[in-house]
């Protein structure tokens, strides 16, 4: 017996072994950079530039940017959690209810295509579709005899245009881990439903969304640690580099991106991103904190 535990325990260990490598290569040793957010970068000295203290997190906070990228970010990511949450588990739940199991497959496939396409694809699609000169919409209004609009340098459209999209590209993916956890849900529940005379909205209310819960819980706390992290890919290749668009469009990432780019100012940059990391941690350790409170075993940790 000791001897079979000891092959298991090293085959576990050899099965986990890629994972620990990838987060400590990726994720644990490019945190030595963080030193740079303190530094006065210069390339001829690199990691051992000047010491400069705060002064490039005071130059974050002093000129506005730091609020403006915050609260995109956050105000972005927290319409992201919420309107894909009720769209994901109303998606679940009505694809469930289906009788026929061949339209149930054929609309499992059409809702999860989307998430396979690049940024890049629907943001040439966007720009088609919203050019001024040459948009759809515009070519629609037009022959309309209706004003056109400029939605690339009006930023009221964007909030939007993005929350539409990325809901439109995400809702497949989430939809299938619901319909997972409901076909996880014991049928001997919703048969003695039956037999009580319960119709498909009262089932759907005292049976499938409390066994969801704790499936709902736990996609929100992580989609949480991610609530300071945007999605760089989609917020520039929807809205590409359009200082126009800056105050509703402009998150971490791309000040980020801008920063190393246009200023190749490396310190200010890892400021932004030293920022971002530990604004993450204290959100995603609050908000674990109060569920394990009200909900131990719902928590992460």
């Not at 759907?204 to 969801?212: A, C, V, Y």
């Amino acid at each position: 017996m000791p001897g079979r535990f000891k092959i298991k325990h090293l085959q576990l260990t050899l099965m986990i072994l890629p994972a620990v490598v990838f987060f400590f290569v990726f994720s644990y040793i490019p945190m030595v950079g963080l030193s740079l957010a303190f530094q006065d970068f210069q390339y001829s000295k690199g990691m051992l530039s000047d010491f400069i203290g705060f002064k490039n997190f005071e130059f974050l906070f002093q000129s506005g940017d730091a609020l403006r990228i915050t609260r995109n970010t956050i105000l972005y990511n927290l319409s992201f959690i919420i309107i894909n949450l009720v769209l994901q588990v109303t998606c679940a739940i009505a694809i469930s209810e289906f009788i026929n199991r061949r339209f149930k497959k054929i609309a499992q496939t059409m809702m999860f295509l989307p998430y396979f396409l690049s940024w890049v694809v629907l943001g040439a699609f966007v720009y088609n579709m919203f050019s001024y000169e040459y948009g759809v919409v515009n070519t629609v209004l037009g022959s309309l005899n209706l004003d056109l609009i400029n939605v690339y340098s009006n930023t009221g459209w964007w909030p939007f245009i993005i929350v539409v999209f990325q809901s439109w590209k995400s809702v497949g993916y989430g939809t299938i881990i619901y319909t997972a956890a409901i076909v996880g849900i014991d049928q001997e529940m919703y048969e003695a439903a039956d037999i009580d005379g319960a119709n498909v909205l009262q089932k759907i209310i005292n049976i499938t969304l409390p066994m969801l819960k704790p499936t709902i819980v736990v996609l929100i706390l992580l989609n949480l640690s991610h609530v300071i992290r945007g999605d760089f890919n989609m917020f520039y290749n929807l809205t590409g580099n359009n200082p126009m668009l800056f105050g509703n469009t402009d998150i971490i990432e791309t000040y980020v991106f801008r920063a190393l780019t246009s200023t190749g100012d490396i310190g200010m940059g890892a400021a932004a991103g030293f920022y971002q990391a530990v604004f993450g941690f204290v959100v995603i350790v609050s908000v674990n904190t109060i569920i394990k409170k009200l909900q131990p075993d719902y928590s992460l940790f």
